[in-house]
């Protein structure tokens, strides 16, 4: 597999980390406001994304390996060019899972709205946390990080608005996805109010997402022509946003466009940055010899996975019923 | 505070954190599989029930501690990246192919059975389950190999050039059967099954000094003392599987400790002391564990070790109680002897450790180190303190493998849930049992 097979598994893994992590990620915070002062309720809610958890934030693990087998010097540069981003992002995703794991250990209800605060919160700054990476990574892999370097005012801006926006981004998506998520798997009762949740959050994303795109056409302007991709990328799943948020508000909530709009959003920013940083990253990647010696390991494993991957959800994503496993 | 130390000190304090936890992970990994293929296996209906539970309890144990487990993992893998950067640079091409197996192949597969076990509990065919938890333990153990592998070509670089100072594999197989990668490995397993021992045969051995031995309505009838309590049934199962998998952990540790002084002898500087010390206390403690797990087990048939002179008896139990943390100082002890003994090298004779740190500032490091450390010990004291609250709790109301509605309503006789959200009570127990009853 050369350089391109790797790049597009890599960006397959953070899609697929985007895509079931961001249902926890999105759904946790909903636990104090859907699940109310209930602790049977608010375990409900938790009940709907748990089985994402275990079977998400693999796909995240994996990208890193890939990357630190296949792009170490694209490691380097990111991990260098956004330390504390990455210690943040450590943070919260420790934080997000010892809050999930550990809030219903102890019956105290202290213990347990507590824990649910400090999870809600981590739940929050993982996304952000990943897409202010994100975010650092249009800047150090496209053309405006060296111009920022050189003094351009316009790069600089860019270089300090990005990483925000991505970040705000990401946040937005996994609100949407997670509360879908959420409504689809819920009692009715619950998935009510998840939807409402689900019907402010989309005009903001959509926002954040046509607001992002302009960013792209920004970089793509100042020199980096691939970014050109990650705008229409962003404007047109925007616009599957507001189409959304049109069915929700007309009461029509099974359509396509409603189901899509959170997975969507969900991958948006993985795939607008493989968009941006894709040829330079390329162009970091390690020698031939180790990406070939490494392709068969990697591609079986990574077929072993989708095969029980694709097994478990079968088993595991239905809706809530008396054989749900209540764990969280 | 230089950006070296700050750094070093930061991988050692959260592979340190992180190597605690895996311990149990691999120890007690095992044992639930065993205890679970039991239960599927069992044809009498109370011997079935009395594994169910056994599995249960230790499966809700071998979760809390896996929870933080995979947390500081997931620090641990991006350590490499954030302070050490050198080491990619020089021997990422050697380096990450094993830890890339051990992300796609080992682990991923790990926490997707794990996630199956979990939450297929009352789904899955009672066959299936169990398969599904074999095939966590197993790529938990090929988890830990491939990470072996990894840290032994750092201890004994081998199978690899040096082309433009960077490393290349040459002979993928001689980095696989480095024996400071297989012998090393097995040693290790040896010390994750005497702590996953230590810590089945402490809480049994606490539970069975408090239990009596009999049921107490049996005592007040007067009957002969044939009959025990489910619980103590338990502890008694968790006793004898814990006595066997320590004393065959110790062997192993200790046959596989003495193994790999064939390629530590080749390191040619004098060690600093601590690894000396280390060397003596690992013996030690191999060599005791050893020999008492086997008098021990020769106390099991006919549970004479459960019938000994009370006063004995309760000494025993409370002294094996009391020792559960020495197989894991002993580990820590052991870990920090092979990467101390390593210095000043990063890759044995390749790569000193000051040219593989990264240029980040002292500042950026030492606050990276706070925050990292001090998040990462605080959670691992807190969910210690829960998995000792869980083992104290016993059997009673264990949430892992019981029914949603059960597990929903477990707050209620302990701590009153207080306003029920406004909900009717019809409608309170639709969302309860998810509209339907097991």
Redesign the interface.
Known sequence: MNALGWALLLAALLAGWAVLDGAVQGGVPLVRAV???????R??VL?TV??F???G???L??A???????F??V??TL??AG??V??AL??A???R??A???R??????RW?RGWDVVGQAASLALPAAFGALAGVAWVRFSVVGPQADAGSGVAQALALGLPVLTAGLAVAAARVHGGLVVAARA?E??AHEARRRVRRALVPAAALAGLAALGALAVAALGTASALVAAVLLVAVAGVALAARFDLDRGTRRTGVVRSSGPLLAVAPVVATAAVVGPAVLALA??A??LH??TW??L???A??LA??A??WR??VR?????????L | MTAVDAARLQFALLAGTHFLFVLVTLGLGPVVAILQTRWATARDAGRAATLETATRFWGQLY??NY??G??????M??Q???NF?GL??VA??VF??P???????A???E??????W???????PRWAHTAAFWAVVVTGYLSAFTVMVANGFLRNPVGYEMVDG?A??TD?AALITNPAALVSALHVVGACLMAGAFLLVGVSAWHLRRAPSRLPGVVAAGLPGAVMSPENDVWRRSMRIGLAAGTVGAFVATGAGYAQFAYLQDVPHGDPPVVGIAYVVMQGVGLLAFVVGCVLLLLLPGNVLFRLWRPLRTALYGTLTVLLPVPFLTALLGWAAREIGRQPWAIAGVLRTEDAV???SAT?VI??LV??VG??LT?AV??WS?MA??ARRGTTRL???????H?????DD??????????TPA??D?????????
């Not at chain 1, 809706?319 to 764990?327: E, I, K, S």
């Not at chain 2, 995979?70 to 620090?75: K, L, N």
């Not at chain 2, 949430?399 to 509605?405: E, F, N, V, Y």
């Open positions: 699940g109310g002062t209930d602790d049977a309720r375990r409900t009940a748990a089985p958890l275990l079977l934030e693999v796909w693990v994996a890193a390996g890939v990357l630190l087998a296949a170490g010097h490691e380097g991990w260098a330390y504390l990455v210690v450590l943070v995703w420790v934080v899972d010892a999930l794991w550990l219903s250990r102890l019956p105290s209800p347990r009692p009762a619950l390690a020698p010899a180790v010696a490494l390991p990697v079986g494993a990574f072993a996975v029980a991957q097994v478990s088993v595991l809706p809530l019923g008396p054989r749900t496993a209540v764990f | 979760l809390v929870a933080l995979i947390a500081a993992g997931i620090v893998e991006l490499l990246g954030l950067p990619l640079d990422g091409g990450g192919a830890l890339v197996i051990e992300t796609m192949a682990f991923f597969l926490s997707t059975f794990l996630g199956l979990v939450f297929g509990w009352h789904v899955l960077v290349r594999v993928a990264s240029d980040a950026a606050t990276s925050v990292l998040v990462m959670l807190v969910d829960v609250r869980l949430a892992l493998g019981a029914a949603p509605a597990v929903l309503r477990d707050g302990e701590a009153s849930t207080g306003s029920t959200g406004g909900a409608d309170q639709q969302i309860l049992t998810f509209g339907g009853t097991r």
